[in-house]
């Protein structure tokens, strides 16, 4: 018995305990160990004169034995010689191909493997590991074997072909762990389809299958069909992923039926994207836009991310680190020989390759949906209306860290054109004395259009973007500035839409009424901070508008959000003093009706406030009001 070297027994039992996560990873590992055998055989072959592959096809085989308890990996690769064996088995953590690529470094050699630990993760499943290797150069086969405890032993075998084949002695059962589901052949086809889909090896195992027999030919009526048990050699995985492929020889069809099977969606994308690139950082990625959120993309329990291959071998179902959350609808895969992993290969190092991956893939995602929303308008406000939101969170988020990478995708509702814009389309058609990005906010398109601040622009020739989402106007806030102009709320009070002649009659007007505007904001008794007259309110009595940073929409959003502090918004009444009313409540001053002028005052500010949208603050007494003022 030899015994490990390395610190044998802590560092096997922190491999098997620690470093992988899943025990049915132990397949992919030895999966991509037979792979990179195999690498190996072939490039001897292409480099020496004196080996030669002589038609023989490199593959892996998968051999379950429910009897015996054993499942066998084998390959034709380049076998191993005693002292391969126990250079390679006998030190945990040393590498073989490692130190392959590192004698043949001037060539481009693709070998998964690194670390030398992934052997190891045979003894999560396997009771007994028993190793059987012929090399390619040399005579005679050995074998390795080990109960994972306190060693191994070395001794000459029987194997005709050069290659490994792997044995494992499974464990017996428990309550918790069913180590009899790596028999079974659907669930190794299963675990080669999700990890070892795309090695570019033939993986092979023998399948039990049933079919009808031959129908006899005197068969009656009520035949009943009799079924027979049959073997058949089955290739388990594809080899070549559809993302190596040339994108020429690829339809549009098959990206499609690649993404609705495996991501489970049931619609086709609304884009595919495709992206490579190569130099200090070299990775192949296809992506999908979907065509539709899923159900649950807005909720906690959503996770984002990549698929994430390592040459071929799935590293991670979900790596979020490839993608920022404005791009988290984002699906597909990237797949790189470049990127550091720890040495389960189940975790990746915190790097500047990884680091760099995302960076080249946000800007590449960007680009595309730009392409999109130039060249397939209405597929993109598609889009827009499916994952928007996610984007303006994206805009607002991490104090607008991502503003200017985000500002060009956003899309809002424009009052005067009464469809989507974009704020680049939206500044383009600007008149050349506009001042401000001007915006109404609130719960309801039409409503905002029909505000008096809204027609007041739109009367100007002016365009308001009418914003419907709670998130809008801390999203425009945040951006702050677009090619030079600010926003501005048409309920923020002076718009500086009046000219000289009209700013002067308003002071006037001002002036003249002081004492009747001041008599109605007594009366309000704190409600709102002023109370103004203008002649630009058209049909409208009264308008209700807010100075300072918090506006009329977010005292509403904020007031909702659990947990949050009543928010109040610095509020103006603002009367029109071209309508009707206003000559009502000039009289109630006049007679000095104070009583009368507070109920006006009060019906005013309360109309005020529905038509903004906003909810009043006694229903009952505005109920009672109407009545009074009704008989």
């Known amino acids: 018995m030899r015994k490990f070297k390395a610190e044998s027994q802590k560092l096997l039992d922190l491999m098997i305990h620690s470093v992988y996560t899943n025990k049915e990873i132990f397949l992919r590992e030895l999966i991509s160990n037979a792979s990179d055998a195999l690498d190996k055989r072939y490039y001897l072959s292409m480099s020496q004169e004196n080996i030669s592959l002589d038609g023989e096809e490199l593959a892996i085989r998968i051999t379950p034995n429910a009897a015996e308890r054993t499942l066998t990996i084998s390959d034709n690769g380049c076998g191993m010689s005693d002292k391969e064996l126990e250079s390679n088995l006998g030190v945990i953590a040393k590498s073989g191909s490692q130190d392959f690529k590192q004698v043949n470094v ?104 049933s079919r009808p027999k031959p129908r006899p030919e005197n068969a009656g009526e009520d035949y009943a069909p009799e079924f027979e048990t049959y073997t058949e050699e089955e290739i388990l995985n594809s080899m070549a992923p559809l993302w190596k492929r040339n994108q020429n020889e690829v339809s549009a069809e098959e990206y499609a039926d690649f993404y609705k099977n495996r991501f489970h969606d049931g619609n086709p994308p609304a884009k595919t994207i495709f992206s490579r690139a190569e130099g200090r950082v070299s990775y192949t990625a296809l992506l999908f836009v979907p065509g539709r959120a899923p159900w649950d993309y807005y909720s906690r329990d959503f996770q984002k991310g990549l698929a994430l291959y390592a040459s071929g071998v799935l590293i991670q179902e979900k790596c979020a680190d490839l993608l920022p959350d404005h791009f988290s609808f984002i699906r597909g895969v990237v797949d790189s020989e470049d990127v550091s992993l720890n040495l389960s290969r189940e975790m990746l190092q915190q790097d500047h390759q990884m680091k760099k991956i995302a960076a080249s893939l946000e800007k590449k995602i960007k680009s595309e949906l730009l392409t999109m929303l130039k060249n397939q308008r209405e ?71 029909k505000l008096p601040a809204s027609q007041l622009v739109l009367n100007k020739g002016m365009d308001v973007l009418l914003c419907s989402e709670d998130v809008d106007e801390f999203v425009l806030q945040m951006v702050g500035v677009y090619q030079e102009k600010e926003f501005k709320n048409v309920n923020s009070g002076d718009l500086e839409l009046a000219n000289a002649e009209e700013k002067e009659a308003a002071a006037a007007l001002e002036e003249q009424n002081k004492d009747l505007l001041a008599a109605m904001e007594k009366a309000l008794d704190g409600k709102v901070t002023k109370v103004t007259a203008s002649t630009l309110l058209g049909d409208h009595a009264a308008s209700l508008s807010a100075q300072g940073p918090v506006s009329l929409e977010m005292e509403k959003v904020l007031s909702k959000m659990p947990g949050a502090e009543q928010v109040k918004s610095q509020q103006v009444l603002e009367l029109n003093a071209n309508h009707p009313v206003f000559a009502a409540l000039d009289r109630a001053w006049q007679d000095k009706d104070e009583d009368k002028l507070a109920r006006y005052a009060a019906l005013l500010y309360d109309q005020a406030r529905l038509v903004e949208g906003l909810p009043l603050e006694d229903p009952q007494a505005f109920a009672a009001l109407i009545c009074q003022l009704m008989q």
């Not at 045979?122 to 086969?141: C, D, H, K, N, Y």
């Not at 969170?393 to 607008?400: E, I």
């Not at 506009?434 to 109404?440: D, G, L, N, V």
């Open 379 to 449: 597929d993109y406000e598609s889009f827009f209306q499916e994952f928007g939101r996610q984007l303006k969170f994206g805009a607002y988020s991490d104090f607008g860290a991502h503003r200017d990478m985000l500002a060009d995708l956003l899309l809002f509702w424009s009052g005067k054109e009464q469809k989507m814009l974009t704020l680049e389309e939206y500044a383009a058609a600007m008149p050349a004395e506009q001042k401000y990005i001007y915006y109404a906010a609130g719960d309801d398109v039409q409503r905002l259009a």
């Open 106 to 209: 001037s060539e481009n050699i693709d070998i998964i493997g690194q670390f030398g630990v992934g052997f190891y993760s045979a003894f999560m499943v396997a009771e007994q590991v028993t190793v059987i290797s012929r090399p390619l150069q040399g005579e005679g086969a050995w074998q390795w074997q080990s109960n994972g405890a306190e060693g191994y032993t070395i001794t000459p075998a029987e194997k005709e072909q050069v290659g490994t084949d792997i044995i494992l002695k499974l464990r017996e059962d428990t309550e918790n762990d069913r180590y009899s589901e790596f028999l079974q052949e659907w669930r190794l086809a299963q675990l080669v389809k999700n990890y070892s889909d795309y090695i570019r090896y033939p993986i092979r195992m023998l399948r039990h299958k």
